[in-house]
């Protein structure tokens, strides 16, 4: 497994997701996954879900600029840092972003999203 392919695979599957259909991302977390959005903490799937599902806006388009990844313990695990631009739908000017995702495997062979770190960057 290539820890490069699975991040840029993850990455380009997560932000498609959420820019076409948010709820889907659902799945992508479990009942101890934790996502920090801007400095609030969500715990679980259901609530990381309604969280996204909240934001101030129905339409976005991320444009990727870097994705960093390391291989993280023994588990088989892996850290996915992004980096980017967020453009809101009537907005001219697009927000800098950085997201941190901690993936772990599943018996399946796949992956989920243990902890998500999220922040806008602003200058």
């Known amino acids: 497994m290539d820890p490069n392919a699975v991040a840029k695979a ?5 932000y498609s997701t959420f820019d076409t259909n948010r709820g889907g991302l659902a799945n992508l977390y479990q009942d101890g996954s934790m996502l920090t959005f801007e400095g609030q903490p969500f ?5 990381i879900a309604a969280k996204l599902a909240s934001l101030p806006f129905q339409q976005c388009q991320h444009a990727i600029t870097t994705v960093d990844c390391q291989p993280s313990g023994p588990a088989g695990g892996m850290l996915v840092f992004v980096s980017g631009n967020l453009q809101l739908a009537g907005e001219q000017h697009a927000l800098k972003f950085s997201q941190m995702f901690h993936l772990m495997p599943t018996p399946q062979g796949s992956f989920y999203v ?3 770190i999220f922040r806008l960057n602003y200058a």
């Open 10 to 14: 993850f990455v380009e599957h997560y």
């Open 43 to 47: 715990q679980g799937a259901q609530n």
């Open 114 to 116: 243990q902890n998500d």
